[in-house]
């Protein structure tokens, strides 16, 4: 991977930053392995860490898993707009994604998805009692797999309309912004 630093430009800026996310879907000890997901309703705003599950750089979106049951599900219906802000503390680059967000529930990429996945990841979406609801004991949680796709199982896609880039040096801190996936976008901001 070009290594990022003070002299990059525009077009290897964008492409690092491609490197990092793809890299972030399979490798867990990647700082890119999870985001944090802004959603706002109400002129409320909630944040909240989400696993990268996969990318397609060509089309400009990021995908995640979530439990149609969740207040993220609830807003993402009443607003669409989302922001996904990655930070690697070892790269010192903080990447700022704004989207919109696409709810899959019940489909043929849900099907195929479920089909790939661990059934130990499966089984979070049989919980008996569905999250975020007030309960008297934890340890009345339990899930029993269905042996069949879990009608809660909901993929989210985000399709990127604004990409921030920031990079932490001291030889100069760098800052650049990419409009709608498209590199010849590229814009250099003040830091
Ligand atoms: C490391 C980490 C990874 C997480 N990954 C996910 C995830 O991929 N999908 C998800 O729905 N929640 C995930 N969570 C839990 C969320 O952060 C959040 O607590 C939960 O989804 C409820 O959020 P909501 O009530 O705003 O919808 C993760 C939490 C942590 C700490």
């Not at 525009?10 to 985001?35: A, Q």
């Not at 339990?142 to 896609?157: A, D, M, W, Y």
Request: net charge positive; hydrophobic share 30%.
């Amino acid at each position: 991977m070009t290594k990022i630093n003070v002299d990059s430009n525009l077009d290897d800026i964008y492409s690092n930053i491609w490197r990092c996310i793809s890299g972030g879907i399979k490798n867990r000890h990647s700082d890119f392995h999870t985001f944090s997901l802004a959603t706002s309703t109400n002129n409320m705003v909630n944040n909240r860490t989400v696993v990268l599950r996969g990318c397609d750089p060509e089309k400009g979106k990021i995908v995640f898993h979530t439990h149609l049951s969740s207040l993220k599900i609830e807003e993402i219906r009443d607003n669409d707009n989302v922001e996904c802000l990655f930070y690697s503390r070892k790269n010192k680059i903080q990447i700022r994604l704004k989207g919109k967000a696409a709810i899959h529930n019940n489909d043929e990429l849900c099907n195929n998805k479920w089909n790939k996945m661990s059934r130990q990841s499966q089984l979070c979406y049989f919980q008996n009692i569905e999250p975020g609801n007030k309960i008297d004991d934890p340890k009345k949680i339990h899930q029993v797999h269905g042996n069949h796709i879990s009608e809660h199982f909901t993929i989210v896609e985000v399709t990127i309309t604004k990409t921030e880039w920031l990079y932490l040096s001291h030889d100069g801190h760098r800052r650049a912004e990419f409009k709608h996936n498209n590199v010849n976008t590229g814009q250099w901001l003040a830091p």
